[in-house]
């Protein structure tokens, strides 16, 4: 990573003492952040002088994240970047169009090391932790990406590669400074993060303040079948997870939303779909179902339609509040992680 003070990732007070240690007023804090948030390099920052701009450009980095390519998918619009990071790594993110807003998907790591049985993300491990400026860089590309379409970022979902609470006080530092009415001010009622349920952490950000959506990757109705699926199964069982995700819902007021991607001979059957429903009764919770795609590396197969239908009946049929995931990107390996692995593929073997 850069040596360089990476100003994305510093709070509007950081960056206030990092200008005042150059010699230079507190005022101009407010002039850089505006630029920054607008993804400018230091060049356009013209209300600043040049011997400033000089100095930033040999001491700061003004934003780490470029897109390095972008697919856009024929079916709906769904765009998919591929952004190289100061180091030369590749991370993935997915812009979905709504009719109430863009959604972005990004990634806190690149890479995984949680070892999830059906993600792309985890195949090679995790190779590093992204800082706040990292993710918060990702948002900005695209807003200056889709400005000239009159578009911008509405809503963030952190479900790219990498696991959020295991990169936690660099997500919790990302989510503040997306909040801040000094820069984006995006309401973090409009963000979800995923986890796969590390549970510790889990409990330490019910107490952090932050109204987002917390979406936990379940994918199993016991401990049995997700041990198949997660190895975090392993070391926190489903009980100790539901328990984390009652507080979040006791200490927030806000609903959890479990993922539940339906493999065929695994998860999938009317047994589970009742075993669930039974563990669920009675918590602020919606289950989002996700048609599996075939994972060949793991020899897992996705559901049929009638498995899909069936199992969504059996928990609307139990009271359990629940959806079936739209699927959107399908023709540009919209899957998180495919896109890079298919890069760092072709790059290993001189494609």
């Not at 030369?88 to 999830?116: A, F, K, P």
């Not at 590390?198 to 936990?216: I, Q």
């Not at 897992?300 to 509040?321: C, N, V």
Request: overall charge neutral.
């Amino acid at each position: 990573m850069s040596e360089k003070n990476e100003l994305l990732s510093l709070r509007y007070e950081e960056l206030e003492s990092l200008i005042t240690a150059m010699g230079e007023g507190k005022f101009r804090a407010k002039q850089v952040f505006e630029w920054l948030k607008r993804g400018a390099d230091f060049d356009e920052m013209t209300n600043l002088s040049k011997a400033l701009r000089e100095k930033f450009r040999e001491t700061c980095l003004a934003n780490p994240v470029t897109i390095h390519e972008s697919i856009t998918s024929k079916l709906d619009g769904t765009e998919k970047y591929l952004y190289e990071l100061p180091d030369g790594n590749l991370i993935e993110g997915v812009r979905m169009r709504y009719h109430y807003g863009d959604t972005l998907c990004l990634s806190t790591q690149v890479g995984c090391r949680m070892g999830c049985a059906f993600c792309a993300s985890t195949l090679e491990g995790c190779v590093r932790s992204l800082t706040p400026g990292e993710m918060l860089g990702q948002v900005i590309a695209v807003n200056r990406r889709i400005e000239p379409e009159g578009a911008r970022v509405h809503n963030i979902v952190l479900m790219g590669s990498g696991e959020p609470m295991d990169n936690y006080d660099n997500v919790v530092k990302f989510l503040r400074l997306l909040n801040d009415p000094r820069g984006l001010g995006l309401s973090l009622r409009n963000v979800s993060l995923s986890t796969c349920g590390l549970v510790p952490n889990m409990k330490r950000f019910a107490d952090e303040g932050l109204p987002v959506t917390l979406s936990v990757s379940l994918h199993a109705p016991n401990d049995e079948v997700r041990k198949k699926l997660m190895p975090v199964a392993n070391a926190y069982s489903m009980d100790e997870l539901l328990t984390a995700c009652r507080l979040y819902i006791q200490k927030t007021g806000r609903r959890v939303i479990f993922e539940y991607a339906l493999v065929r001979g695994v998860n999938a059957d009317l047994a589970c779909a009742d075993e669930l429903a039974a563990r669920l009764r009675g918590m602020q919770c919606h289950v989002n179902l996700i048609p599996l795609n075939d994972v060949k590396e793991r020899n897992l197969l996705g559901p049929t339609e009638e498995m899909i239908s069936a199992f969504q009946k059996r928990l609307e049929d139990r009271h359990i509040s629940v959806t079936r995931r739209r699927e959107m990107g399908d023709d540009i390996q919209g899957a998180c992680g495919q896109l890079r692995r298919s890069r760092l593929s072709q790059e290993s073997y001189g494609g």
